[in-house]
């Protein structure tokens, strides 16, 4: 397996360009089942998640063709065309791998009139993991049962019929399923406590382009009309406000002078405002944000929370930059109930962070030292990266493929901006 091997202590300087976000990529992918024409993503981003959803897509019976494969090309182009499903089944081996394949449940059902999807890993209707999507989606229309560790969704009548549902807590992919089946309902669907996550705000924009009548994108009341049939479209994939955020930690963390192009500063407000309250210059540009550190940071309070609020996704980033901030920052999670694993690793870099329940104390250390880590999900891996950019000596990352799912190239991107920074294989 891959590892990536960090030499600590470089300036970052230069522009480093931000590709298509991932989050978005998967929701808008399955968007392609709703419709019989061909819908075309540009912007889409190289990772293995998104090769993983399109080979869900074909297992459904919808084609997927790439263009921009070359290795230099940033930003490819997929063409999905579902003429007809040949199957409505997400199965198990592909849900356990990549919990986003919930999301061609509510287009596949809206299409066929029903569908069936693997439980992610072990739970049960009634439990955590999937049942705001399963709610929202019994609210307009469906009837749901689980079989052996399926979920049975069917339209009565062959179609989904619309109608109200209020979320009790922000769910980003449940918003996401409901707001897709919605589309194409018999009736008008009103969606209260919507996620407003940039990303919905990309689906409710494809849709629209697509065909789709939805009234309040950005806000948490979202009005459906469904209409009878969708079309095709071309769409480009918003940018990545994760990456964005991940590659402005790593600057304020290293000191430099770095040009994240591409970067939408409006999806990244709290990010970028909790970066300049740490002492970070951010400046938005013509063609991106600019983001100036001297390295010397001050501590910070933050408290995950949907959008607009400081994104869940950005915590373990903001952990490990706020190792090298002068005094004692409070972290607070509240989004994810396990989401300290990046901890212990960062701790045998030599960081002092103490855990208790949800909240976690920082306090800043004079230095990181290089060490052998490894990380169990996507962005605590990059905690980790950017624990190695400014560490002192040698960090190797192993698990790299937990990078691959959400980062396009980051060694590449990171040696372009003077990171002294490697894959090796071990082989
Ligand atoms: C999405 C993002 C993920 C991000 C998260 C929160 C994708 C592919 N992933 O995940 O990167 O960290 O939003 O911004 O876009 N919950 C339930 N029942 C459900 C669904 C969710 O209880 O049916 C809970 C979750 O356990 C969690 C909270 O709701 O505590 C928010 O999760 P949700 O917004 O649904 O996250 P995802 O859509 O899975």
Redesign the pocket.
């Known amino acids: 397996m891959d590892r990536i091997i960090i030499r600590g202590g470089r300036r970052l300087e230069g522009r480093l360009p931000i590709s298509g976000a ?3 990529a ?2 808008l992918m399955p968007c392609a089942l709703l419709t019989d024409e061909p819908l075309v993503l540009r912007n889409l981003p190289r990772l293995a ?1 998104i090769d993983g959803f399109g080979h869900l897509l074909n297992q459904l019976g919808a084609s997927t063709k790439i263009e921009g494969t070359r290795p230099e090309d940033f930003g490819r182009v997929m063409t999905i065309r579902a003429g007809r499903l040949t199957s409505t089944e997400a199965p198990y081996d592909i849900v356990r791998k990549m ?2 394949s919930i ?1 061609v449940l509510g287009p596949t059902l809206a299409r066929e009139g029903r569908a069936r999807v693997s439980l992610p890993g072990g739970c049960a209707i009634g439990n ?8 929202a989606l019994e609210a307009i229309g469906a009837e749901l049962e689980t079989e052996g560790g399926y979920v049975a969704a069917r339209a009565p009548g062959g179609r989904l019929a619309g109608g109200r549902y209020r979320f009790p ?8 399923n409901v707001v897709m089946a919605a589309a194409t309902a018999r009736g008008t669907s009103v969606i209260e406590n919507a ?1 407003r ?1 940039p ?1 919905i705000v990309d689906l409710c924009r494809c849709l629209i382009a697509m065909g789709a009548r939805i009234e309040g994108v950005g806000t948490e009341r979202l009005e459906i009309e469904g209409v009878d049939r969708l079309h095709g479209a071309t769409y480009a994939v918003m940018p990545d406000r ?1 990456e964005a955020g991940s590659y402005a930690c790593a600057v304020a963390m290293t000191g430099g002078d770095l040009t994240l192009v591409g970067a939408d500063a409006d999806a990244m407000r709290a990010t970028l405002g909790a970066l300049a309250q740490a002492g970070v210059s951010v400046d938005e540009e013509r063609d991106g944000v600019r983001i100036r550190s001297d390295g010397r940071l001050r501590p910070l309070e933050l408290s995950t929370a ?2 607009p609020g400081f ?3 950005m915590q373990a980033q903001f952990m490990a930059m706020l190792c090298m901030a002068a005094g004692a920052s409070v972290l607070e999670e509240t ?3 396990n989401r300290y694993m990046h901890v212990p690793e960062l701790a045998r870099m030599g960081a002092d962070i103490q855990v208790r329940g949800r909240t976690a104390v920082v306090r800043g250390v004079d230095r990181l030292l290089g060490a052998p880590v490894m990380a169990t999900d ?2 605590a891996s990059m905690s980790l990266i950017l624990a190695g950019l400014v560490a002192e000596g040698e960090t190797q990352v192993s698990r790299v493929y937990h990078l691959d799912r959400g980062y396009e190239r980051l060694e590449e991107k990171l040696q372009a901006v003077g990171a002294d920074i490697e894959r090796v294989g071990d082989g």
């Open positions: 991932k989050n978005a998967l929701t998640d919990r986003a999301l955590r993991p999937i049942d705001l999507h399963l709610r807590i922000v769910s980003v992919g449940a918003t996401e996620a996550e990303e994760i949907p959008y994104a869940t996704d989004i994810f109930e996507l962005r």
